[in-house]
């Protein structure tokens, strides 16, 4: 199983609104690809004071559907959150391998 982490730093002023668009629109627009077959998100627990950080991991079967997702799916959904909330997101992607 492969682990596509998107790791955000959220300005706190738009915490709640992005957290509901998250989960309300983005995630189920990402999970509709069909390319991961799960998703779980956390909340980063850190002494950050201008902004809140969250973890996305969506879980992939192959490499294969990962890198789908990434050539197909990613440029427009990555546009969609930048047009929604600006410079007030700030995101960061990595691949992990269960071991």
Do not use: C
Request: hydrophobic share 40%; glycine share 2%.
């Amino acid at each position: 199983m492969l682990i596509y982490n998107v790791t955000s730093g959220v300005d706190k002023d738009i915490e709640q609104e992005w957290l509901a668009w998250m989960k309300e629109t983005h995630i189920p627009e990402v999970m509709k690809t069909q390319m991961f077959v799960s998703f779980r998100i956390y909340k980063v627990l850190s002494a950050e004071e201008d902004s809140i950080s969250y973890a996305v991991q969506y879980a992939a079967r192959s490499l294969d559907q990962l890198e789908a997702y990434l050539d197909q799916f990613a440029p427009k959904l990555r546009e969609d959150v930048q047009k929604k909330f600006g410079s007030k997101v700030v995101s960061f992607r990595t691949l992990l391998q269960e071991v």
